[in-house]
């Protein structure tokens, strides 16, 4: 991993953050520490740099399980999906914008032009709904940032969000 990174270093990208995680009973994810994506030169004033604080909840990729065997929602794009769910979550950056910045983070990881392609694809043709869904649980008051890590590894994050003081 470390001789990943660094080759991924001295070809001029600029990686902020081993992926850290802590994981609910179930299998969605929380950074235990935080990670960021700067955009390329090229891509300088065009795009910003998206950091991802300790606490935030992901799923990764939110591949159907039907595709599972092809593209695992934890495969190597998995850094990338993590920076494309919290721009899906917070919403600062339009769909558009989050979906560009998850192909090319992809790219910058040098994930094979096949995979990205058919994940872009996949979340131009399907991430409306997310988009929405997000937009509506924000709304309505949910959180997606832990304060409190949990202690206990048989909690569910659908009853532990649902605990007083555990989220910021």
Same mark, same amino acid.
């Given at each position: 991993?470390?001789?990943?990174?660094?080759?991924?270093?001295?070809?001029?990208?600029?990686?902020?953050?081993?992926?850290?995680?802590?994981?609910?009973?179930?299998?969605?994810?929380?950074?235990?520490?935080? +990670?960021?994506?700067?955009?390329?030169? #090229?891509?300088?004033?065009?795009?910003?740099? =998206? *950091?991802?604080?300790?606490?935030? %909840?992901?799923?990764?990729?939110?591949?159907?399980?039907?595709?599972?065997?092809?593209?695992?929602?934890?495969?190597?794009?998995?850094?990338?999906?993590?920076?494309?769910?919290?721009?899906?979550?917070?919403?600062?950056?339009?769909?558009?914008?989050?979906?560009? +910045?998850?192909?090319?983070?992809?790219? #910058?990881?040098?994930?094979?032009?096949?995979? =990205? *392609?058919?994940?872009?694809?996949? %979340?131009?043709?399907?991430?409306?709904?997310?988009?929405?869904?997000?937009?509506?649980?924000?709304?309505?008051?949910?959180?997606?940032?832990?304060?409190?890590?949990?202690?206990?590894?048989?909690?569910?994050?659908?009853?532990?969000?649902?605990?007083?003081?555990?989220?910021?």
């Amino acid at each position: 991993m470390d001789k990943w990174i660094e080759r991924w270093k001295t070809a001029g990208k600029d990686v902020e953050g081993l992926l850290y995680l802590g994981r609910f009973a179930d299998p969605t994810y929380f950074l235990t520490k935080e +990670i960021s994506w700067k955009p390329n030169a #090229d891509q300088r004033g065009k795009l910003p740099k =998206v *950091t991802v604080p300790v606490g935030f %909840v992901t799923d990764f990729a939110s591949i159907p399980r039907a595709f599972w065997s092809l593209l695992r929602p934890d495969g190597h794009y998995a850094y990338a999906a993590v920076i494309h769910d919290y721009l899906y979550w917070t919403q600062g950056l339009s769909r558009a914008r989050s979906d560009m +910045i998850f192909k090319l983070a992809m790219q #910058d990881f040098e994930i094979g032009s096949e995979q =990205v *392609t058919t994940i872009y694809a996949g %979340v131009r043709a399907g991430g409306e709904g997310p988009w929405k869904e997000n937009a509506r649980l924000k709304a309505g008051g949910e959180k997606r940032i832990l304060k409190t890590p949990p202690t206990d590894p048989r909690v569910h994050w659908k009853d532990y969000k649902q605990r007083p003081g555990v989220l910021r």
